[in-house]
């Protein structure tokens, strides 16, 4: 048997969650965020599964939502025809070619980038979306420059179409006005302009409606995880797409007394079994993971004990006396939601679907 660990991705859930978008957004357009791989997922797996949906659902993504242009041409490589947004625009003049080309909408979101349009001829002039600033200040113009920048697009041959885009800082927080000063702001800073807008990432899709416009972007909740701290994914009627799986393959019969695991950090209260799992840091696991935190194994939780190494970690045993090697783990997933794994590690579980590593085998559940 080779090295047990495997995620498992199960492509109709990723459907049934873009479903489970329009219902809250009826009215808007969806574009798919699959940067960073997917998150984690696969990136040319999620899109083909979101491209047409599945035979259960109306209408694949309207758009997709990557970082760079190399994950945009992987995706051109592998066929997908559906419109693609590089979400923090062009990082060099020369990928303008490219984009051309490819058929992608960047997003123009500093004014040297203004100038790189306005310096280049295009064998095809390209769409962009101006991002605007309204509160997170990290990437946009300011709601001031919006009509100047503007009028730059709109004068320069190589744009033809412009839409507008802003990112919301605090969507997960219940009530938090700053959200609401932010759509306010866009609003103003585009209110005379013609052109599609876009705010809602997927907090904003299941609780900010104000905020849904032409597109909305959502990214996490396609792979069935909650964007709050306080719900699961199953809170908000997503399923999750990835289940992280492994096996025991060790079961030691420790000692009252013993210590187990790197740097002797856990002393076993008494007696007991402990299991040792396929499944550490170098898999993507965190190491941050403390002692206590959910692990399944044949379905029913256990504590991990000790700390996580790069290839291993450990579990008690104690009310699975009669577990083997060879029984299933599962990381997270079905039955054990990645929002309370990362909890207990101390991030959110954006991070630990991208953090799962190519030395993990992914097996995909056709949608
Ligand atoms: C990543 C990203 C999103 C998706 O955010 P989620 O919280 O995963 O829904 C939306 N918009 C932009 C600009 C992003 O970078």
Redesign the pocket.
Known sequence: MSRAIEAHIDLSACQANLHTVRRHAPSSRV?A?I??GG?GHGLVRVARALAHAGANWSTGADAF?V?SIDEALQLREAGITTPIVL??GFFETEELADIAARELVT?VHHPWQLAALEATRLSRPLAVIL?IDTGMHR?GFDPGEVAAAYRRLVACPAVDGIQF?T?LAC??ERGNEATLRQIDVFAAATADLPGAR?I??????LQWPASHADWV???????GVS?FPDTVGRDEGLAPVMTLKSRLIGVRRCRRGDTVGYGASWRCPEDMPVGIVAAGYGDGYPRSAPAGTPVLVKARRVPLVGRVSMDMLCVDLRSLPHAEVGDEVILWGAGLPVEEVARHAGTIP?ELLCRVNARVRFVEHAG
């Not at 809602?200 to 899709?205: F, K, L, P, T």
């Not at 972007?217 to 792979?223: A, F, K, S």
């Open positions: 574009l965020v940067k960073a998150y939502g970082a979400l923090e997003v991002k990437l885009m990112h969507a997960d876009s809602a990432n997927s907090a904003a899709v972007r959502p990214g996490i909740m396609l792979y964007p954006y």
